[in-house]
């Protein structure tokens, strides 16, 4: 085994978690490396320090702190829809569908023409059709007639 090796598992060896043949290899790596037997008293003694500190008592409102802190949060992770449509990051996002609807708006409505209506023209035109087609031998005369008639009532 490795040195890299033996002093990434040499904190769970020192507790006593390193179980079967990992924990033989890091002890036979251990009676030949000063190095990493040196690095494990070092985990042995930090571990027994951290053992012998008196453990502290939690402020008696503790469990109430945090879950004021766990209301709040969940409060506002729960804004309304309006509030989550109208957040600062998205005023870009609207700023720029704005500005879109502006341009349709303008080229549709007032930058672009009325096109020319073709209702005014068709009576000018049948008119035109009817002088037109009166000498025509196979036109209909009787029903050229009855549109002139019917236009001079």
């Known amino acids: 085994m490795r040195c890299e090796e033996a002093k990434r598992l040499l904190p769970e060896y020192s507790i006593g978690a390193l179980r079967g043949r990992k924990a033989r290899d890091v002890k036979r790596h251990i009676q030949i490396c000063p190095d990493c037997r040196g690095e494990l008293a070092a985990l042995r003694k930090t571990g027994e320090m ?3 500190l008196p453990l502290e008592r939690p ?5 109430d702190s945090i879950a004021t802190q766990i209301e709040a949060e969940s409060q506002a992770r729960a804004m309304s829809p309006w509030r989550r449509w109208l957040k600062p990051t998205l005023i870009p996002a ?3 569908l704005a ?3 502006l341009i349709a708006w303008i080229y549709l409505g ?5 096109q020319q ?5 068709i009576p000018l035109e049948l008119k035109q059709h009817v002088v037109a087609a009166w000498d025509s031998p196979f036109s209909d005369t009787a029903a050229l007639a009855l549109y ?6």
Do not use: Y
Request: hydrophobic share 50%.
């Open 50 to 52: 951290i053992e012998n």
């Open 59 to 63: 402020p008696a409102n503790i469990w």
């Open 94 to 96: 609207w700023a720029a």
């Open 99 to 101: 500005l879109m609807g």
């Open 110 to 114: 007032v930058i672009r023409s009325p």
């Open 117 to 121: 209506e073709v209702q005014p023209l």
């Open 148 to 153: 002139i008639g019917e236009e001079i009532r």
